[in-house]
């Protein structure tokens, strides 16, 4: 069975910086993307970044130089790297996979695409 883990949450003034952690479990997929995606309380859960079996990354546009997507062990270990955070990117964040994946990155980028999902883990940027 699919697990994935998400830590690293927390709460950090504007211009602070998180490191936010996903593991994965269960699958031996050798394609596979995994993604990040947000979603503040009464919104739509976003799409933040991805990054897949290749090594290519994609971010939206609102997080575009300000976070950085990586992964260790063949996509077991995902990180999201936040820095500059605002008061906007307060949300919960939610790690995806979509194992086996026959795209690239840049096809990743809509909550249907992924099969498997964590619980979660709240960032909360005030002052």
């Known amino acids: 069975q699919v697990q994935l883990v998400e830590s690293g949450g927390g709460s950090v003034q504007p211009g602070g910086s998180l490191r936010l952690s996903c593991a994965a479990s269960?699958?031996?997929?050798?394609?596979?993307?995994m993604g990040w995606f947000r979603q503040a309380p009464g919104k739509e859960r976003d799409w933040v970044a991805a990054?897949?079996?290749?090594?290519?990354?994609t971010y939206a546009d609102s997080v575009k130089g300000r976070f950085t997507i990586s992964q260790d062990n063949a996509g077991k270990l995902v990180y999201l790297q936040m820095n500059s955070l605002k008061p906007e990117d307060t949300a919960m964040y939610y790690c995806?996979?979509?194992?086996?994946?026959?795209?690239?990155?840049?096809?990743?980028?809509?909550?249907?695409?992924?099969?498997?999902w964590g619980q979660g883990t709240q960032v909360t940027v005030s002052q």
């Open positions: 995806a996979a979509a194992a086996p994946a026959y795209e690239g990155a840049y096809y990743y980028q809509t909550r249907a695409r992924y099969n498997y």
């Open positions: 269960g699958y031996t997929y050798s394609r596979y993307c």
């Open positions: 990054t897949d079996s290749d090594g290519t990354s």
